[in-house]
Structure formats: structure tokens, C-alpha cells
């Protein structure tokens, strides 16, 4: 069974994966996140597992779906039904999580995504606040520190 989690957020905003994956860095966590994807972008957006490194665990990553609202008109329906203010937003970037140390590097890359971009991070289809959500991101990360 596989849970997700998502960010909103406008396309402008959406930095390059060198770009996302230094500010993990430069914000003080551990994770290391797969950069590959921008070159494998087909008609339907960019998807696929991305291993990731955290401290010293390796069999560690997430699904990582970038969809825009442009080519997938339906999913951004069902989001603006429920959550109206959504509508200003065209790029879900949606990790799909396995495993509980997925799931810790799936929040800690969507925390450190949503603050850069400006986003709204879904956890269980429920909005969290960026407050709130580096809170939770930076007990993971020291957790995972810890076990390493």
C-alpha cells in the first residue's frame, strides 16, 4: 500500500532540481535528493522513483509525479472542488511513499519545496502550515541523523 503527499504551486516557481536539491543542503538537512529527473520529462510530465540518500541510509526514495494543470486537467478539478484557493496554482508535484523513511524523505524534499516556491503542501489531502511542516521536517531529519 502507498500513501502521497503533494505541493501546489505556481510552474514559475518550481526551481531546477540542482537548485531544490542545494537548498535542502544549504537549510541543514541530510537528505540527498536524485536530480536526474529533468531530462526524462515525456508528453504527460515527469514521473518515476527517485532513490534518494539520507545520512548514511541508502534504500531510501519516493515516487515523484510533476504534473501541470495543462495536461492534466481532471486531477487539478477534484483539488479546486475542495480547496478553491487552489486555483491560482498550475504544478502538483506529488511524491508517492512505501516505507516510513520514504515517507520522512518525501516531507522533508516537499517542506524545503514549498517554502522555495511558495507552495501549499497536502499531507492525506490535508493543507499544512509551513510552520507547522519545517517543525515535523526538522524532527524527521534529526531522527535520521540519529539512526546513522
Given at each position: 500500500?502507498?500513501?502521497?503527499?503533494?505541493?501546489?504551486?505556481k510552474?514559475?516557481?518550481?526551481?531546477?532540481?540542482k537548485?531544490?536539491?542545494?537548498?535542502?543542503?544549504?537549510?541543514?538537512?541530510?537528505?540527498?535528493?536524485?536530480?536526474?529527473y529533468?531530462e526524462?520529462?515525456?508528453?504527460?510530465?515527469?514521473?518515476?522513483?527517485?532513490?534518494?540518500?539520507?545520512?548514511?541510509?541508502?534504500?531510501?526514495g519516493?515516487?515523484?509525479?510533476?504534473?501541470?494543470?495543462?495536461?492534466?486537467q481532471?486531477d487539478f478539478?477534484?483539488?479546486?472542488?475542495?480547496y478553491?484557493?487552489?486555483?491560482?496554482?498550475d504544478?502538483?508535484?506529488?511524491?508517492?511513499?512505501?516505507e516510513?523513511?520514504?515517507a520522512?524523505a518525501?516531507?522533508?524534499?516537499?517542506?524545503?519545496?514549498?517554502?522555495?516556491?511558495?507552495?501549499?503542501f497536502?499531507?492525506?489531502?490535508?493543507?499544512v502550515?509551513?510552520?507547522?511542516?519545517?517543525?515535523?521536517?526538522?524532527?524527521?531529519?534529526?531522527?535520521?541523523?540519529?539512526?546513522?
Amino acid at each position: 500500500m502507498s500513501d502521497s503527499i503533494f505541493v501546489m504551486l505556481k510552474k514559475e516557481n518550481m526551481p531546477t532540481a540542482k537548485e531544490w536539491s542545494d537548498k535542502i543542503k544549504s537549510e541543514g538537512f541530510g537528505l540527498e535528493i536524485d536530480t536526474s529527473y529533468e531530462e526524462e520529462e515525456n508528453s504527460n510530465g515527469i514521473y518515476g522513483f527517485r532513490p534518494c540518500k539520507y545520512y548514511n541510509v541508502d534504500d531510501i526514495g519516493y515516487e515523484l509525479d510533476i504534473l501541470s494543470r495543462d495536461e492534466n486537467q481532471e486531477d487539478f478539478e477534484e483539488w479546486n472542488e475542495e480547496y478553491p484557493e487552489l486555483k491560482q496554482y498550475d504544478l502538483a508535484v506529488i511524491f508517492g511513499i512505501f516505507e516510513e523513511d520514504d515517507a520522512v524523505a518525501a516531507t522533508v524534499a516537499g517542506a524545503v519545496l514549498t517554502k522555495m516556491s511558495e507552495g501549499v503542501f497536502f499531507d492525506i489531502d490535508e493543507p499544512v502550515e509551513i510552520d507547522d511542516l519545517y517543525s515535523m521536517a526538522k524532527k524527521m531529519d534529526a531522527d535520521m541523523k540519529q539512526r546513522s
